[in-house]
């Protein structure tokens, strides 16, 4: 089976911009969830996604967004970009069996967003 | 905040030496998870432990659970070179959010 596949691997983008990311998930993986890593913060939880809606989010502005597709990939769109957005970008996917994040989670090699 | 919090933060052992890594969480969970992340590339899930267990193995890895004390330790025998990469716990608590900590970075030495 294919793992989780994230586009573009690297971004770079300037102040005021917006950004879409992709997320292909595992086939049959029901679930997708989007993680912001950066070295101050670590890995926070941003939303997740299941049978196209979102079930969970994190706390963050309205500026991040998601959707999901009919074939479970997944969107995120973060717009007005600023300085501390950049960051590594981790989709991650599971089953959905357990309401929430209870599956264990196979992530994407991630998004580098450079922010300038 | 942070639910999971690791400890040491950093970690550098010889090779074939046992690291033990310890991670304390806030709130009630339904499980608790492991990864394993090589220089910032993408994370690789480990083990998982739910909060009706008190140990879980997995290979060299060994995992225990104390809900009452809200804590969590793995730990890796034998160590090897490829070992050397950050761990993160991840607490999936009642409220279906999986929170991470900010990861103990693991060095081992030849």
């Known amino acids: 089976k294919a793992g989780v596949t994230q586009t573009p691997r690297y971004l770079i983008k300037t102040r005021g911009q917006q950004v879409t990311l992709s997320c292909s998930p595992i086939?049959?993986?029901?679930?997708v969830s989007w993680y912001q890593q950066t070295p101050g913060q670590g890995l926070q939880f941003l939303f997740e996604?299941?049978?196209?809606?979102?079930?969970n989010k994190g706390n963050f502005p309205g500026r991040f967004s998601g959707r999901q597709f009919s074939n479970s990939r997944s969107e995120m769109n973060v717009s007005t970009l600023e300085l501390g957005d950049s960051a590594l970008y981790l989709c991650a996917s599971n089953l959905g069996t357990y309401f929430g994040a209870g599956d264990e989670q196979f992530f994407g090699p991630g998004t580098r967003l450079t922010v300038l | 905040s942070q639910q999971g919090e690791e400890d040491p933060q950093a970690l550098s052992i010889q090779e074939g030496e046992n690291a033990t890594m310890n991670c304390s969480y806030k709130t009630s969970i339904n499980n608790l998870q492991w990864y394993r992340q090589n220089s910032g590339r993408g994370l690789v899930h480990l083990i998982l432990?739910?909060?009706?267990?008190r140990e879980k193995h997995s290979g060299r890895l060994r995992v225990t659970l104390d809900t009452s004390k809200k804590s969590s330790s793995l730990l890796i025998t034998a160590s090897r070179a490829a070992d050397t990469a950050s761990y993160f716990c991840?607490?999936?608590?009642?409220?279906?959010?999986?929170?991470f900590g900010k990861g103990t970075r693991l060095h081992i030495l030849p």
């Open positions: 432990i739910r909060s009706n267990e």
């Open positions: 991840a607490a999936a608590n009642r409220d279906d959010k999986i929170i």
């Open positions: 996604y299941f049978s196209e809606t979102q079930r």
């Open positions: 086939s049959g993986h029901r679930s």
